[in-house]
């Protein structure tokens, strides 16, 4: 009785670590650089978790239309983004999804504002 007992509680223990662990692993955006932007800005969006092997791909989201933006460069900490020609101005936020078999679309607690470019005068 007592073996069984404490089998389970080791059971359990491990299902909590591992569920703890996944939890962990979850990627996170705090924070963006710059606030706002145009056609072509690179933006620097930082927090945790987000290296190629969590996140697949990064989108602009307004609630009703997902625009998927180019990623030119992916660590742990931090991706830089470049926002696509021809978006429409407005204020988007961040939304990551995720890598695996049970991949995620997670809309992230940061946005961006996106402008039209300046005419240039001549």
Do not use: W
């Amino acid at each position: 009785m007592k073996n069984s007992v404490l089998i389970a509680a080791l059971l359990l223990a491990g299902a909590l670590a591992a569920r703890l662990h996944a939890q962990a692993a979850m990627p996170l955006i705090r924070e963006v650089e710059p606030a706002s932007g145009t056609y072509g800005d690179v933006f620097t969006a930082t927090g945790d978790n987000l290296e190629p092997a969590q996140v697949a791909a990064l989108y602009l989201t307004d609630g009703k239309n997902d625009i998927k933006v180019v990623i030119t460069e992916q660590t742990a900490d931090s991706i830089k983004f470049q926002i696509p020609a021809g978006m429409a101005k407005g204020r988007f936020a961040l939304m990551i999804l995720t890598k695996g078999k049970d991949a995620k679309f997670i809309e992230e607690p940061v946005k961006v504002t996106i402008e039209l470019p300046n005419p240039t005068t001549s």
